[in-house]
């Protein structure tokens, strides 16, 4: 048990950027609960219907059920009651950006514990976040700190450690060695991102089935560099590799997680009443089945036979491996795995569900792609079967599938449901993690 942790020793990401490059896409995106004291700070801020859009008020109950409790109004399109045309701030623009509420500054970054301190992360639902672009953030170092004492001011005073699997009670020290393992194995560029991904979940699926809380930090250190040298024998390159296919139950499973990944659930779609419903559970059945046709996910991402998703697509570039590769990374270092950061769940299990974002990640993309290349296709005038380019996963494609999986991971209550997190170990116990990662990123 570590005591509240201190926002001084604050650790950052090594391989991340970011500033705010005012896309808007957060204030679309995401429903802001504020607190008592902020509600209060925008009511002394004096706003009148003539300044916001619609007639809307600043705020509103946060539900029926959730007496004193509010947050900020949101407007037909679901996008914030305070977001200009121009993608900026109203309360920003008039009272600086001290005055808005807390989830507002903070965003995209988070806070996890580390024991004895923080440590920072981003959400790359952020498209500065996953492009790396805009300042260091060790130059931010103060504000962040700043940030930080704010975010801790009410977590309680005493922080369990987590536990490592679901057969081992928690101990800090032993998620360090455990996540230091993984950094290790995840900064081997030399090996492809696909066979050390499966490498990854093949030593972590080992080594869950003892009670690790029985070793010192020496031994599990030991014991992790044995099960890791033996794995590499087992799975030394792409070439040579045999890894069975997902069988048919695994993959209606995947198909199933991919839904889950692809909502955003916005204040537009929880206003769809019954109608939105029944068309939530015709999708649902298009991804159990594996069947029928994909609902559109936005103006630029229309719905296609699930069956040409299904198939492999082109996606290995130097750019897709260190996008891919930052993102694990990031969620590494950040600890944003496991425990309260996601679903309270061991830090083995979580890093299994951390693993499986980026097949989730690649088919999302393959969907992305094929919708874009028929789109041109239609465009040219051409059928999709004659257009002269192939078609392949490109950087757009990547960047808009990671970011509405990385909405989603973590902060969906749906993905934090005991259906899923049973669906994760069944593809555990029946030896079904390692080929599902092999089968979805393969490229023929």
Known sequence: MAKRPNARLLELPLLQNWSCHNCGGCCKKHLIEITEAERQRIDSQGWNAAELPEGLPPYVPLGRTSEGRYR?????????????????????AKFGEPAKPLPCRLYPYVFHPTGKGLVVGLRYSCPSVIRNAGRDLVSQQDDLKQLAQETIADWPEEIPAPRLSDRSPGAWPLVDVLIAALLDELQQRDVPLRLRLVRMAAWTELISTTNLTDLTVAQLRETIRVVRETVAQLLPDEQTVMVAPADRLTLVGFTQLVAYYTREDTIVD???????RWKLLQDILVYTFRRGRLPDLATDWKGIPIRDVEQALPWKTPAADELLTRYVVTKLQSRAFFGPAYYHEPVIEGFWSLLLTIPVTIWLARWHALARWQTQARRQNAGPDITSEPCS?????????LARVDHNHGYSQALGMRSVKSRLRSFVRRDQLTSLIWDITRES
């Open 72 to 92: 900020l109004s949101q407007r037909a399109d679901g996008a914030c009651v305070f977001l200009t045309d121009e993608g900026l701030c109203r309360i920003h």
């Open 270 to 276: 929880q206003s769809k009443g019954w109608a939105g």
């Open 393 to 401: 996963i490109q950087a757009v494609d990547l960047e808009a599938a």
